[in-house]
């Protein structure tokens, strides 16, 4: 039995039979990748995160921006591939869900 907490990221094997039980309002954001082919970190910022060469970000509250100028606000996310991306936290609210995603050799 696990208890979910607010902005706090789980890890499960995707193939584990789950059920939950939600009370009120309730927003849910999954990745899931191939074992034996991706590796995913899953983390919750308020500053700038390293820089990462494959990932998926959600702008989770605030606004932030990455090096082309393009500004991502709340409810709005990016997902990249073999290319480097740096977010940076432009309001003192700012909170994103970064992941960063790595190939297993």
Do not use: K
């Not at 995707?14 to 059920?19: I, L």
């Not at 191939?34 to 990932?55: K, T, Y």
């Not at 500004?71 to 003192?92: K, N, R």
């Amino acid at each position: 039995t696990h208890r979910l907490q607010p902005c706090q990221p789980w890890r499960f094997a995707g193939e584990a039979p789950v059920q939950a039980t939600v009370h009120g309002r309730c927003s849910d954001f999954n990745i899931m990748t191939r074992r034996d082919s991706w590796r995913a970190e899953v983390s919750i910022l308020q500053q700038a995160p390293q820089q990462s060469r494959h990932g998926v970000a959600y702008v989770l509250a605030g606004a932030w921006q990455y090096a082309s100028g393009e500004v991502l606000h709340q409810t709005q996310g990016i997902w990249w591939l073999d290319e480097p991306l740096t977010l940076t936290p432009q309001s003192c609210d700012a909170l994103l869900l970064w992941c960063r995603l790595s190939r297993v050799l």
